[in-house]
């Protein structure tokens, strides 16, 4: 955070009287072209999913279904687990387990309070019914290219995921989350455990570990956040296989988990809960909405930098009127414009100013304004005229006799002439106010592709 200010016998240092404070503040827009897209290496990625009503929801046998932090242990048949067994995990190396709270918090849940929804109910098996445990992989690795729209996430780390109390169970291994530039995702794991039938109780085998689709997904964002989106289940086809419950393909919830997924679950014993199988139950089954998080790092991208600041000081200061005046920037680095996009008129992209906070408690409520102007934006020997920028003063708070400058264009003449950006007319009231800016740029359509930055200096006078 920046800040330049004029202040009086408060006690504050005095800088000018009256006069010029100038700020020079770098602005970055990117022309796209077709060049090398950049990514970024990120850490400590988290992700969020429930999977399912149902892998939450109760169940006609064993208490309810539940999820399990790590790899459990063999319980040597299809049998409901006990406290005892040991394998009831919330917390493992890089993977928990946590339930929603009453409050709005979440916690993870005990042996004692797996089977039971935020208010502290047992969970039961109709619709809606579930307690809305996660599974939270944290620690994830790897690239986003949020220019390009992709994304490579791997987790280090197993979670269980229990039918029946333990009749069945079986555990995913190692998420790998891949985002294509067509904004399609796929989130895979690793799927083991132990084989289990209904119609055959003394059936107890070990799977063998297979790399199976967890989640698809369609119309992915990758920006610098993350992104939550639902997977693909309703509509989905899938062909269980021999001796199993048929898709039934009509209904609002009609769908599937991803083919892989359910030729998985026919040695697990729960392909059936995975897909549309005209039971009771299917409300419950369409997948959750998964959570990933990241941050990616934009040091060193073009149009970064610290915010310059340059305050003229005149050779005689004056004696200051009682109070103070002083203009703050809320944050720092160059302001970015993104990529561009190409229409009918040029290149055009938006961006908004860094926060600017007044402070004016002289008395009398003297005088003041804060313009702008932009010099040309420049990419190697090539350039643009600063005028291509425009912006849209607002003001958050109100003061009387303070008042946000007029919109100006992009275009002719644009911010390439000086523009006001807030003003105080005499005798306007005292206190603090904010100023922002919605900028807006249309670059030539003859603009050559590069990285354009400009400056935009800001004078307050006052």
């Not at 339930?99 to 039961?124: D, F």
């Not at 992709?150 to 169970?169: M, Q």
């Not at 109100?398 to 000086?418: H, I, K, M």
Request: some cysteine; charged content about 10%.
């Amino acid at each position: 955070m920046h800040s330049t200010s004029a202040a009086g016998s408060s006690g504050r240092r005095v800088l000018a009287g009256l006069g010029a404070l100038a700020v020079a503040l770098s602005a970055g827009v990117a022309i796209a072209a077709p060049a090398q897209a950049t990514a970024t290496e990120v850490d400590d990625v988290t992700l969020r999913w429930a999977m399912s009503e149902e892998a939450g929801g109760g169940a006609y046998f064993g208490g309810c279904n539940f999820l399990v932090a790590g790899s459990a242990g063999n319980t040597g048949s299809s049998r409901v687990w006990t406290e005892a067994d040991g394998f009831y995990q919330t917390e493992v190396g890089n993977v928990a387990i946590e339930k929603p709270t009453a409050a709005g918090g979440w916690v993870q849940p005990t042996w004692a309070t797996k089977c039971q929804n935020a208010s502290g109910a047992a969970v039961g098996t109709g619709a809606g019914s579930t307690t809305g445990a996660q599974v939270v992989l944290s620690a994830g690795t790897g690239t986003v290219d949020t220019e390009a729209g992709t994304a490579e996430i791997s987790w280090d780390g197993d979670y269980t995921v229990v039918f029946y109390g333990g009749l069945t169970y079986w555990t995913v291994s190692d998420p790998t989350l891949t985002v294509a530039a067509d904004g399609t995702g796929t989130l895979t794991g690793t799927g083991s455990g132990w084989g289990a039938s209904m119609e055959d109780p003394t059936l107890w085998e070990e799977i063998t570990p297979t790399v199976i689709e967890l989640a698809t997904f369609t119309g992915l964002s990758v920006d610098a956040d993350g992104f939550t989106a639902t997977p693909e289940y309703l509509g989905i086809e899938v062909d269980p296989g021999e001796g199993v419950s048929p898709q039934v393909r009509t209904g609002a919830n009609w769908g599937s988990f991803p083919q892989s997924y359910v030729t998985f679950q026919y040695a697990t014993g729960q392909s059936s809960y995975w897909y549309s199988s005209g039971g009771s139950a299917d409300p419950k089954k369409p997948a959750a909405p998964v959570a990933v998080t990241w941050t990616v790092n934009d040091e060193g991208e073009p149009g970064d930098g610290d915010v310059p600041i340059e305050v003229i000081v005149p050779e005689e200061p004056v004696e200051p009127e009682p109070g103070v005046f002083s203009w703050t920037i809320q944050g720092s680095g160059a302001v970015s414009l993104g990529t561009a996009t190409a229409n009918a008129s040029g290149f055009a992209a938006n961006g908004n100013l860094h926060s600017i906070e007044i402070e004016d408690t002289r008395e009398g409520g003297q005088q003041f304004s804060i313009s702008g102007v932009a010099g040309a934006f420049g990419s190697g020997s090539n350039s643009f005229a600063g005028g291509a920028l425009g912006w849209t003063p607002a003001l958050t708070g109100e003061l009387a006799g303070v008042q946000p400058g007029a919109a100006v264009a992009a275009g002719n003449p644009g911010l390439g002439s000086t523009q006001t950006l807030v003003s105080g007319s005499a005798g306007h009231a005292l206190g603090t106010v904010t100023v922002d800016a919605q900028l807006a740029l249309l670059a030539p359509a003859d603009t050559p592709a590069g990285a354009y930055t400009s400056t935009l200096t800001l004078t307050a006078l006052g």
